[in-house]
């Protein structure tokens, strides 16, 4: 469980990108510094600096209008996720369930519904099972192992108690280059990006997928809307021939 604080800084005027197969455009954009602390100990967890830019619709490439997300990471990553932006009216969204289940290179990620089994190889995913190589920190249940995204549900369930979303703004970006997407990635240092034996390195970060719901609920008995943001992030570490989903989530309130 964690403590977390998000600090956004817009930044003054356009950015300008010179182009050459198309016209010049500009981007706006914010800085941003997020800080996750350990809520048992406040022992430091992550540090990132960033940025959040709005991406204008482009002719070469045939791109529709994007966000794009910088992040210096401390493990030794850089990452450029790309992605879209929707505004909707009312709500609540859809918070999928999710899960952290590791597989082997060249199998297909499990679903939530193969738990038990992924359970058998990996023995750390079941808290009743005593093991050496896990830590369980206060407050994390089996049903959170299971689905990190309930953290996120059920927050959401307990923000809308006795009243209403009144709009919602969904952010979802990835490293991965598709029709939507055609720019990201992510680079690593030598010690992680190593491709000798083991195979996938130490740790190398090969993907990230990040989901934010920017939400504005209503307020009640007089008081202002309230703004929250919720995000689920994952981050595929590769070592030991096996991805290894990396998966935080948070809901945070404007102050």
Known sequence: MTDETLVFTKINGPIPNRGLAMHDIN???LTYMQQISETSTGAGLHIEPGIWANVPHTTDPNVPPS?????SIPHGTVMLAQGV???????PQNIPDNNILPFFFGSPPPANSDFNSVAQTFTELKLSTPTTFRFVAPGVTQAIVKNPNSVLQTALASSLQG??????????VSTTHNIVNAGGGTANTAFLASSGNPPG???RAAQVNATFWIETIAGTGGQ?????????????????????PHVTVATLRKQ
Do not use: C
């Open 27 to 29: 981007m706006f954009g």
């Open 67 to 71: 966000v794009v997300r910088m992040a």
């Open 85 to 91: 932006a929707e505004v909707h009216p009312g709500g």
């Open 163 to 172: 009243t209403s979303m009144k709009s919602r703004t969904f952010l979802n």
């Open 201 to 203: 390195g130490n740790a």
């Open 224 to 244: 202002p809307d309230k703004h929250q943001l919720q995000y689920t992030q994952l981050v595929m570490l590769d070592f030991n021939g096996i991805h290894w």
